[in-house]
Each structure stands twice: as C-alpha cells, then as structure tokens.
C-alpha cells in the first residue's frame, strides 16, 4: 500500500470529522493515530494491499497483536470505533460498499463506577483548606468552584470566556464535545465571586478574552489545572485518581445522591445519550444500600 493509497481517504476522513462533525483537535489527533498505527500494520503484513481490500480477518489480526502488547479494552474499543467509523465513511461516499468491521466484535469490558468525592470532603476543601497567597490562590479557588458546580469538563472550563458568563441571569454558556453549547446555571454566590474576579483581573490580562488567567495575564493551560487540582483534592480524599473529571463525577454524583432528575443531570452534564448518565444512579444505589445497611434492624 502506497502513500497516496493509505492517506488520500485518511485526509478526507479527517477533514469530515473536523468540518462536518466539528470534532474537537484532540478527538481528530486520536482518530489519526489509530487509523494511522492500523494502516502501518496492514502495509507491514499485506504490502501493496488497498485500504478497499481489507477483510476482517486482517483486523482481528491487529487487535489480537495488541492484545499480546497488554493493550486494554477500553484502549482496543476505542480503536475499534475509529475504524467503524472511518469505513463508515467510506460506504457514505461510495468508495465501498461492505465495511470490513461487520464480523468485528468489541470486547466487553468491565464498567467501574465513576470515583467522586464525598460531599462533606469537599465542603472541608472550600471551607478550611488554606490556598495559596495572591492572584494565583485566588483562581485555583474558582477554578475548582466552578467545576464543582457545573461539572464542566477540563477543556470546557479552559477555553470559556468572560462573555460566556452572564451574571445577571447566573448562567454560563459552556461550548461542549462537537462544539455543542449548553446552559449551565451556577448559584448567586458563585456569580457574585466570579463577577468579583474578573473586577480585579490583573492589567496583564487586559485584551485577553478567558474567564480565568495566570499572574502575567495568559490563559490557562490544561496541565496547569490539572496539577493544582489534584494538589488541593490530595488535602481532603484519599481517592487514588485526583483530577478535574473527578470534579465532574463529584457534581453528578451529589446531584442524583440529593434526588436529582436523571434527564436534568444528563442535559447539564452535555451527555448525547442517557446511557452515559445513567452509570451515577450506580453511585446513588450503593448510598441507599448503604443507609439500608446502617438503619435497618435486619440489615
């Protein structure tokens, strides 16, 4: 298999998901390097082999290879949803006209509950944990706030701007996966501490649009956050995974845990498909099992 052969469909597959999916750069990146890590498989084993003549059995032959490499399921099915979707494609635009995925089975892989935060540890966090002095203490603290009490994602928080923020009707406007927007309300004490930060945003920062910035002014980087919230979570949990999608899992968790509608939580957490909400009322049926087991004679 040539070059022009194995990246001509490749490109225009990825010009699809980036133009007509609007998928985000990271979802685009992971697409590409599967497709791209399959492709080299295949020109390695079937030189000079078209991507129109690949068979399923050629498939299962990469996974079972990466299977050997330890790789795991979540890692595989992922992989797999890649090339279903590429040929997907292909069928729509007419250059095939059977997907070799069709005899492709996903493993099945065994669902862990989202890891939260109990909700008095993260009342303790607010309440008596010391951040750090100045302007940079001050964002960590809002930072980890307006996770808390919206369950946005790490990449949603980042890029939001000042003009996402409506204080008067105390919503924020969050762009989602698929450049899909929502409206998160947050509480009158939030917006009013919010209002606040941007009041007294260092002179650095003047022209630049985000909600949250450094000392000097710039926006916020991903590691960055992802540093100091796993910092300030290591004070209050002993969880073994620290970072702002815990956050996230935290605010589903408290909202069903305190009698929330499972529609509502899915709307606010930007899910597609209930199925992804659904695995909070996991959470939700082990607190009644465990009030059960404390309150109950027989229990």
């Given at each position: 298999?040539?070059?022009?052969?194995?990246?001509?469909?490749?490109?225009?597959?990825?010009?699809?998901?980036?133009?007509?999916?609007?998928?985000?750069?990271?979802?685009?990146?992971?697409?590409?390097?599967?497709?791209?890590?399959?492709?080299?498989?295949?020109?390695?084993?079937?030189?000079?082999?078209?991507?129109?003549?690949?068979?399923?059995?050629?498939?299962?032959?990469?996974?079972?290879?990466?299977?050997?490499?330890?790789?795991?399921?979540?890692?595989?099915?992922?992989?797999?949803?890649?090339?279903?979707?590429?040929?997907?494609?292909?069928?729509?635009?007419?250059?095939?006209?059977?997907?070799?995925?069709?005899?492709?089975?996903?493993p099945k892989i065994?669902?862990?509950?989202?890891?939260?935060?109990?909700?008095?540890?993260?009342?303790?966090?607010?309440?008596?944990?010391?951040?750090?002095?100045?302007?940079?203490?001050?964002?960590?603290?809002?930072?980890?706030?307006?996770?808390?009490?919206?369950?946005?994602?790490?990449?949603?928080?980042?890029?939001?701007?000042?003009?996402?923020?409506?204080?008067?009707?105390?919503?924020?406007?969050?762009?989602?996966?698929?450049?899909?927007?929502?409206?998160?309300?947050?509480?009158?004490?939030?917006?009013?501490?919010?209002?606040?930060?941007?009041?007294?945003?260092?002179?650095?920062?003047?022209?630049?649009?985000?909600?949250?910035?450094?000392?000097?002014?710039?926006?916020?980087?991903?590691?960055?956050?992802?540093?100091?919230?796993?910092?300030?979570?290591?004070?209050?949990?002993?969880?073994?995974?620290?970072?702002?999608?815990?956050?996230?899992?935290?605010?589903a968790t408290h909202?069903?845990?305190?009698?929330?509608?499972?529609?509502?939580?899915?709307?606010?957490?930007?899910?597609?498909?209930?199925?992804?909400?659904?695995?909070?009322?996991?959470?939700?049926?082990?607190?009644?099992?465990?009030?059960?087991?404390?309150?109950?004679?027989?229990?």
């Amino acid at each position: 298999m040539n070059f022009q052969t194995r990246y001509t469909p490749l490109n225009a597959f990825l010009a699809y998901l980036q133009f007509e999916k609007r998928y985000s750069l990271h979802t685009i990146t992971a697409y590409s390097n599967d497709l791209i890590q399959f492709f080299d498989f295949v020109e390695t084993q079937y030189e000079g082999l078209g991507f129109d003549q690949i068979t399923g059995t050629m498939v299962r032959s990469w996974l079972a290879n990466m299977k050997e490499e330890e790789m795991t399921g979540k890692s595989l099915n992922r992989k797999i949803s890649s090339l279903k979707s590429f040929y997907k494609y292909q069928i729509q635009q007419g250059k095939i006209t059977k997907s070799p995925m069709e005899t492709v089975i996903s493993p099945k892989i065994s669902k862990r509950l989202p890891a939260f935060v109990a909700e008095n540890d993260m009342e303790q966090l607010f309440v008596n944990l010391s951040f750090a002095e100045g302007w940079k203490g001050y964002t960590e603290k809002m930072v980890i706030q307006l996770f808390y009490a919206t369950g946005m994602r790490l990449s949603e928080l980042i890029g939001c701007k000042e003009n996402q923020l409506d204080i008067s009707k105390r919503i924020i406007k969050v762009l989602g996966k698929g450049n899909k927007e929502r409206m998160l309300p947050i509480n009158p004490e939030l917006a009013n501490e919010l209002k606040k930060y941007i009041a007294q945003k260092p002179k650095e920062a003047l022209g630049n649009p985000s909600l949250f910035v450094t000392e000097k002014g710039k926006s916020l980087q991903p590691k960055a956050v992802y540093t100091f919230v796993k910092f300030y979570l290591s004070q209050v949990t002993t969880l073994q995974k620290k970072s702002p999608h815990v956050l996230r899992h935290s605010f589903a968790t408290h909202l069903m845990n305190n009698g929330a509608d499972l529609n509502a939580v899915k709307e606010l957490l930007g899910h597609s498909s209930l199925a992804a909400t659904q695995v909070y009322t996991h959470n939700t049926i082990e607190k009644l099992k465990e009030v059960f087991a404390k309150a109950h004679p027989k229990a």
